[in-house]
């Protein structure tokens, strides 16, 4: 779903007419990111390799279509992308399709990382998803149209939707950190960074330390209420930092609270088995995880 909504927003995508399973040859990409570089047929490494072809087809095929037919305006992110080429000499025909695959990994990869994290989270802490579903509650019991789509100012009003998420993505950053090269000789603790080295900001340990986050692998979204603004930007960094900081962080935010809104006025579930946290260093579960889902009567 994240994916497909992603791919709508950046290429005007319509699984549909696709004849191709994307979200398997991205799922299939995904998984041989860390795996043995064996590229043999059979192998992880082997089947991530020919997805990325598959992928990296696809979107050139999408990108000639678009430019056999300039007056065409489809109101997407290609569409944009489009129109900075006659100013951005970096943005070339051969690089867009590339440019089109990263974006769509990127988003879907995270944001379905983060989801997985959430269903196991809430439905391990009933608290949470009670007080989380009364926020949306409210929201639906204010709306004059309960099927009307849902405006900026109800997304503001989230404050505890907005908690959950901090809270998930403190726990489960996606990823382990950021990198960053010394552009000069760095010191640290009487440690020197010499120039040119490469440098690995580990954030998702930062946001575990208890001097900062009392009880740390607790699932807590009340603690943001109380966290002032300086120690969350120096201790919180999901989406990295400085100039080079997530170019998705909001739209990220909006899209799990708008998916949180409609899951938890429509949907209980519960977890079925797997679920097992772990690093490889992205973010994983160890033998999968499945819930059980259903409407709410
Ligand atoms: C829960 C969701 C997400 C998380 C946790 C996440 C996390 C990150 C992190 C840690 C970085 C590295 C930042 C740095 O080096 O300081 C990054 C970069 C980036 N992300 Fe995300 N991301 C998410 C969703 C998205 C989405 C939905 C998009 C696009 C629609 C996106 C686009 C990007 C781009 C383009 C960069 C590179 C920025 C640059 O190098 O200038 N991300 N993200």
Known sequence: ???EFGAKELFSYDPEKSSQDTSKMFINFSQGLMSFPMNIPGTTYHKCLKDQKKALNMMSDVVKERRASPEKHWDDVLDDVFKDMNTEKFLTVE?????????LFISFD???????????LLAENPLVLEALSAEHETILKKKENVDSSITWEEYKSMTFTLQVINETLRLGSVSPGFLRRARE???????????????MAVTSALQLNPNTFKEP??????????LESHVISKNFMPFGGGLKQCAGSEYSRVFLATFFHVLVTNYRWTNIEGGDVVRTPILKFRNG??????KKG
């Open 1 to 3: 779903m994240a994916l």
């Open 95 to 103: 690089f867009l399709p590339h440019l089109m695959f990263g974006l």
């Open 110 to 120: 995270s944001i379905s990382w983060t989801l997985a994290l959430a269903f196991k």
């Open 185 to 199: 000789d760095i010191q640290v603790n009487g440690y020197t960074i010499p120039a040119g080295w490469g440098i």
């Open 217 to 226: 692998l607790a699932y807590n979204p009340w603690r943001w209420k109380d």
């Open 289 to 294: 995880f499945r819930i059980k889902i259903s």
